[in-house]
T-cell receptor, first 112, second 112 residues
């Protein structure tokens, strides 16, 4: 069972609202990632972090921010939600070696 | 540009047969390649990783091959079961960046 947790599991929110998607892992992994995935499509990297106080932008980062104040916590914030943000958001972590990436169950976001 | 191609058409097979899924890539020199399973509405689950200097890797009923000349990986599930029905994603990683790029995945449907 994966030790990476995302909350909320589902979220319906109005346009213009500020939202924070939570992601926590208990494995002590240095590297953490946020991906966005639409049904039947590939994962697109939004943000990633190599460790505490390290954050980098991915392909789709322009409308969101992240922080990494603690190793185990990597929240994603949308300052002003839009219908185009409707998607599944997946958080992942890794030690960076050959054990692959561990994903959370995702947050299904709907912006109305 | 870098591209990962997985067959977009679903693969339908009978229980007990061997399923073979393909991952092709272009404009990429991955240090290793990974395979994941993804069930609807869930995050991907890591299955296997194969390095560029490895030809084949096995784990229980799973086998992965990696041909860096053909720029192709094959993923085999032997003695397939209906419970193996899912979408299977391949991911490439340059090694130094620790940022995997995912394919769109191929849906496998195993019929009883």
């Amino acid at each position: 069972e994966a030790d990476i947790y995302q909350t909320p599991r589902y979220l319906v929110i109005g346009t213009g609202k500020k939202i924070t998607l939570e992601c926590s892992q208990t494995m002590g992994h240095d590297k953490m990632y946020w991906y966005q995935q639409d049904p039947g499509m590939e994962l697109h990297l939004i943000h990633y972090s190599y460790g505490v106080n390290s954050t980098e932008k991915g392909d789709l980062s322009s409308e969101s921010t992240v922080s990494r104040i603690r190793t185990e916590h990597f929240p994603l914030t949308l300052e002003s939600a839009r219908p185009s943000h409707t998607s599944q958001y997946l958080c992942a972590s890794s030690t960076g070696d050959s054990y692959g990436y561990t994903f959370g169950s995702g947050t299904r976001l709907t912006v109305v | 540009s870098q591209k990962i191609e997985q067959n977009s058409e679903a693969l339908n097979i009978q229980e007990g047969k061997t399923a073979t899924l393909t991952c092709n890539y272009t404009n990429y020199s991955p240090a290793y390649l990974q395979w994941y399973r993804q069930d609807p509405g869930r995050g991907p689950v890591f299955l296997l990783l194969i390095r560029e200097n490895e030809k084949e890797k096995r784990k229980e009923r799973l086998k992965v091959t990696f041909d860096t000349t053909l720029k192709q990986s094959l993923f085999h599930i032997t003695a397939s079961q209906p419970a193996d029905s899912a979408t299977y994603l391949c991911a490439l990683d340059g090694g130094g960046s620790y940022i995997p790029t995912f394919g769109r995945g191929t849906s496998l449907i195993v019929h009883p």
